[in-house]
């Protein structure tokens, strides 16, 4: 929100007070920069349904009925895997190496206290919320067990569906034509 807002007071400035091609210029750099702010910053989400999964990526959104995951994965990234061997980021869920040394720091502490929880696989209790995974990885169990959960539904059938973010790539292609011309008669 901040570097919206930014963007807005520097760009609302020449538009206010610019002079000549200014304001143009000053617009269609908006026309770029809110489109392209706002993809990266607030549009990426995931949600999980007992039907599907929709991921909400800065550039597309897809949707996928349980019955076509194959397998949801953190590595250096979140990936989910359908039946037909296609893979999607999930870039609302981030994986931080960071945290999973702390968490297995956590961990290792916690068994030489002789917690239980902490010899069970996962971690210990991914619903009772032990601090065991870190946080994208936790996101990550539970939509693999979502996925485990409701794959055999009758209403998580279907096929994956991926819709581009025409509302985003519009006004960025727009503004970017607009730049190139301003800029080359100015």
Same mark, same amino acid.
């Given at each position: 929100?901040?570097?919206?807002?930014?963007?807005?007071?520097?760009?609302?400035?020449?538009?206010?007070?610019?002079?000549?091609?200014?304001?143009?210029?000053?617009?269609?750099?908006?026309?770029?920069?809110?489109?392209?702010?706002?993809?990266?910053?607030?549009?990426?989400?995931?949600?999980?349904?007992?039907?599907?999964?929709?991921?909400?990526?800065?550039?597309?959104?897809?949707?996928?009925?349980?019955?076509?995951?194959?397998?949801?994965?953190?590595?250096?990234?979140?990936?989910?895997?359908?039946?037909?061997?296609?893979?999607?980021?999930?870039?609302?869920?981030?994986?931080?190496?960071?945290?999973?040394?702390?968490?297995?720091?956590?961990?290792?502490?916690?068994?030489?206290?002789?917690?239980?929880?902490?010899?069970?696989?996962?971690?210990?209790?991914?619903?009772?919320?032990?601090?065991?995974?870190?946080?994208?990885?936790?996101?990550?169990? =539970?939509?693999?067990?979502?996925?485990?959960?409701?794959?055999?539904?009758?209403?998580?059938?279907? =096929?994956?569906?991926?819709?581009?973010?025409? =509302?985003?790539?519009?006004?960025?292609?727009?503004?970017?034509?607009?730049?190139?011309?301003?800029?080359?008669?100015?």
């Amino acid at each position: 929100m901040l570097l919206l807002a930014l963007t807005g007071w520097i760009g609302g400035d020449a538009l206010v007070r610019g002079e000549g091609l200014t304001p143009w210029v000053a617009l269609a750099g908006l026309l770029v920069l809110v489109p392209l702010i706002v993809a990266f910053t607030l549009r990426p989400a995931v949600f999980a349904d007992d039907d599907r999964l929709r991921v909400r990526n800065p550039f597309r959104t897809i949707v996928l009925p349980w019955q076509t995951v194959a397998d949801v994965r953190a590595g250096y990234s979140s990936e989910v895997f359908t039946e037909d061997g296609a893979t999607y980021q999930l870039w609302a869920v981030p994986v931080s190496l960071r945290q999973r040394k702390a968490a297995a720091r956590r961990r290792s502490r916690a068994i030489a206290a002789g917690d239980p929880a902490a010899t069970r696989p996962g971690g210990g209790g991914i619903a009772r919320g032990t601090p065991h995974l870190a946080s994208g990885d936790r996101t990550i169990a =539970e939509l693999r067990g979502l996925s485990e959960q409701s794959g055999h539904r009758p209403t998580a059938a279907g =096929e994956p569906r991926v819709r581009w973010a025409y =509302e985003i790539a519009g006004p960025v292609l727009v503004g970017a034509v607009a730049l190139v011309v301003l800029l080359a008669v100015g």
